[in-house]
């Protein structure tokens, strides 16, 4: 059984930036994909980032390509992903989430495990 702990979430001005940490107990890390999602006010929960065992793959939604970046440290059991150029439309509780399938997981389904949550505020 995996625990995931979602810290760093915060408010945060329009252009500015922001790092998620998640921390993981309980299983053996390194076998698991891990991912990050989100959740607006009235909206479903969507996929943001994931990222495979050993770092070789990762996937971005379209809407955040080229601002965040993921990334994870199997020696200490945590994923990351870095927000920058953060826009309001960005504001939204962020989950990570870990999957014991292979490859790249992009359908909230496929994640078995999941974090509490941590709000990101993004102001205008």
């Known amino acids: 059984q995996v625990q995931l702990v979602e810290s760093g979430g915060g408010l945060v001005q329009t252009g500015g930036s922001l790092r998620l940490s998640c921390a993981a107990s309980?299983?053996?890390?390194?076998?698991?994909?891990m991912g990050w999602f989100r959740q607006a006010p009235g909206k479903e929960r969507e996929f943001v980032a994931t990222i495979s065992q050993r770092s070789y793959t990762t996937y971005y939604a379209d809407s955040v390509k080229g601002r965040f970046t993921i990334s994870r440290d199997n020696a200490k059991n945590t994923v990351y992903v870095q927000m920058n150029s953060l826009k309001p439309e960005d504001t939204a509780v962020y989950y990570c989430?870990?999957?014991?399938?292979?490859?790249?997981?992009?359908?909230?389904?496929?994640?078995?495990?999941w974090g509490q949550g941590t709000q990101v505020t993004v102001s205008s």
């Open positions: 309980g299983g053996t890390f390194s076998n698991y994909v």
């Open positions: 989430a870990a999957s014991g399938l292979s490859g790249g997981r992009l359908r909230l389904h496929e994640y078995g495990y």
